[in-house]
């Protein structure tokens, strides 16, 4: 794949996860209590964490907010490090946790629309904690695998 096509790729799957986020934000967590493969993951999850947590725990919530944002900041990551090459990894990173952060920001504030949610600022310190932790890790991911090149003699790959 060209170059060009690793960046327009790199932007879409971005777009594409931060509609998905949209779509979750979109509903209560009632909206998945009933049938279906999402009703029966959060249900098996929670499940799993009402011995450990309490029958009362939101700790799913806040577990499908990190991961959410967790995948949104090793997406970016790449995205703007492919848009801006050159730039040290930290700066990526930096990068990365302020753009998700932001769309954070305009989650929690679309989710005060929608009925059965509210704007919380603990869920957008837990989105920014993810996309964080995800853009940390793509850049170690990132800078490790061009160690490695390196050492094979094949120069690093974006």
Not at 33 to 54: C, D, I, N, R
Not at 108 to 127: I, K, M, N, S, Y
């Amino acid at each position: 794949m060209t170059q060009r096509g690793k960046l327009i790729l790199s932007w879409v799957l971005v777009a594409l996860w931060a509609a998905l986020i949209f779509f979750m934000s979109a509903h209560a967590g009632s909206d998945f209590s009933g049938t279906g493969p999402l009703a029966a993951v959060k249900g098996w999850l929670v499940s799993l964490a009402a011995p450990a947590f309490g029958e009362d725990s939101d700790i799913v919530n806040v577990a499908a907010h990190f991961c959410e944002y967790l995948v949104f900041g090793m997406l970016l990551s790449r995205a703007v490090r492919l848009t801006v090459p050159g730039r040290p990894h930290w700066w990526g990173v930096l990068a990365a946790m302020a753009l998700a952060s932001a769309y954070g920001i305009t989650d929690e504030l679309h989710q005060a629309f929608v009925p059965g949610r509210l704007c919380d600022p603990a869920d957008w310190l837990t989105d920014t904690l993810g996309a964080s932790l995800g853009a940390t890790l793509a850049a170690i991911l990132v800078r490790g695998d061009g160690r490695r090149e390196k050492r094979d003699g094949r120069g690093p790959s974006q």
